[in-house]
């Protein structure tokens, strides 16, 4: 039983009403967005009609602001759209579901105006609206929203989803739409493809950017837009449908040859049980662009020879893949397949494939995500003149990792940094280089066998010797 200081509603309670109102008053001055949910509350509970007009008068409000919105204010702005979606979704649904549906519609309508003000790098004001889509669902339930009518708002909301907030509309209504409802907004769909907006004259073109190409206009961008969104509807209609074949429609001759569209299509086929297409599909992939072919192709490729019963095949390609790329998943996918015994010796081979792999950054990289740190060090300690000291976002976590069972192999990893940043004399890392070679000679003491890895007073004697003018960096160390 969590102890009565512990803040919860119940432990809340024993203050009395009294003794609350004073603290929400206290605790919400000099804060908006609290004074206008607790005005909400007050409003619902004197007169539960009228919530919806002060809501709707703040909806106007937010979709009228200008003023730029920077990462201080994004909190408040945040709470604000937040109060006002769970406004809707949890007050006015419970009196007026059909007026709850409609707000939610205007709120989410916000969205373009409120991200043409504020940056969302941290992804919390889409959360808002990504919640609000998910309450439409409820909402167009409860309402017994016509089918009809729901699908031609959906159609009007997907015209406009310039910063993705409709991404997941169909599949949020599909189970209120229904089959006649889908099929009616597949229908507006393909009116929409097929009227495109009017290309205006040349001379009242707008420009909205420039291309190696020429000017960009306008409106080729919201033709080009247009088109794509109705496209990646279709695509969310055929798979709320189990349609792999309209699916697949929407994709031109041209995408189905990147590896990442082949994937989508093979998966989808894979899983209504056409293996033998699957196939085809990956197969139209030049492959002999081996930079540009994805894990998850590859993956693919090896279900879908799998799912064909050619399990052979699967598993040398599987391994062959990782022979090529060092990924774990291939070896992890390849591996579950073999049985007892025949996996340890499999991983004997594959352990030392990686230990020669002629990359030695891509083999370390390999170790440590396998998890296996002794060869990891093994590996830093027998090639330790093939680190290259500027794949610090390898060595750094590497280091971290091998510090407590392997000083030395850290200690070549950390001073491949070192090296690396006073040769080429990068004055933005001597901070980092600085700590490195702290750390270096906090596991001086704990290296009990340095092979040819000078001492490191000795390391230390030669930087000085090398790189002593180098003030900016001997002055951290200070």
């Known amino acids: 039983m969590p102890p009565k200081t512990t803040l919860n509603a119940k432990n ?75 406004a809707i979704a949890e007050q006015v649904s419970g009196t007026d579901p059909v007026e709850a549906l409609d707000l939610m519609w205007r709120f989410l309508e916000l969205a373009d105006r ?66 006649g409802g889908l099929e009616h907004l597949k229908a507006l769909l393909l009116d929409l493809a ?5 290309k205006p004259p040349q001379k009242e ?20 837009a247009r088109a794509s969104a109705v496209s990646l509807a279709l695509e969310a209609i055929a798979d709320v449908q189990g349609d792999v074949d309209a699916f697949i429609a929407q994709q031109s001759g041209k995408a189905r040859t990147v590896p990442a569209v082949a994937t989508e299509i093979a998966r989808r086929l894979l899983a209504a049980g ?41 598993q040398a390609f599987r391994w062959s893949c990782f022979e090529r790329s060092l990924e774990p998943d291939h070896l992890r996918a390849f591996l579950k397949r ?39 060090a093994r590996l830093v300690t027998a090639r330790a003149g093939e680190i290259d000291g500027d794949h610090y ?19 070549i990893l950390l001073r491949a940094m070192i090296d690396f940043t006073l040769g080429r004399g990068r004055s933005s890392r001597y901070r980092h280089a600085a700590r490195h070679l702290q750390s270096c000679a906090v596991l001086a003491g704990r290296v009990a066998d340095r092979h040819d890895v000078k001492a490191h007073d000795a390391y230390v004697a030669g930087l000085r010797s090398k790189h002593g003018r180098k003030s900016g960096f001997w002055r951290l160390l200070a």
Request: contains cysteine.
């Open 114 to 179: 409120v991200f043409a003000r504020c940056e969302d790098r941290t992804g919390t004001v889409m959360a808002v609206f990504e919640a609000a889509l998910a309450d439409l669902e409820g909402l167009a339930a409860a309402a017994k929203a016509d089918p009809v009518a729901l699908a031609e708002r959906a159609c009007r909301a997907l015209r406009d989803n310039g910063y993705g907030q409709y991404d997941g509309l169909i599949v949020a209504l599909a189970p209120v739409l229904g089959t």
């Open 393 to 411: 976002e390898i060595l750094t976590p590497a280091a971290e990792v091998l510090e407590a069972d392997h000083p030395l192999a850290a200690t």
């Open 194 to 198: 097929r009227t495109p907006p009017p």
């Open 12 to 86: 809340l309670e024993a203050l009395g009403a009294e003794r609350l109102a004073a603290l929400l008053i206290e605790v919400s001055a000099g804060d908006a967005a609290a004074k206008r949910k607790l005005r909400m509350a007050l409003v619902g509970l004197q007169a539960p009609g009228e919530v919806s007009r002060e809501i709707r008068k703040r909806l106007t409000a937010v979709a009228n602001a200008r003023s730029r919105v920077g990462w201080r204010s994004r909190k408040a702005l945040v709470d604000d759209l937040d109060g006002l979606r769970r």
């Open 205 to 224: 073109r707008v420009i909205f950017g420039w291309s190696t190409a020429g000017p960009i206009y306008a409106d080729d961008v919201e033709r080009s």
């Open 338 to 376: 073999l049985p007892d015994f025949d996996d340890m010796e499999a991983e004997e081979r594959a352990m030392a494939h990686v230990a020669a792999f002629p990359a030695v950054h891509q083999a370390l990289a390999f170790f440590l995500e396998w998890p296996a740190p002794d060869r990891a």
């Open 274 to 314: 056409r293996a033998e297409e699957a196939l085809q599909a990956l197969d139209v992939v030049d492959t002999g662009r081996r930079g540009w072919i994805p894990l998850e192709w590859e993956q693919a490729r090896a279900d879908t020879l799998e799912a064909l019963g050619r399990r052979d095949a699967a």
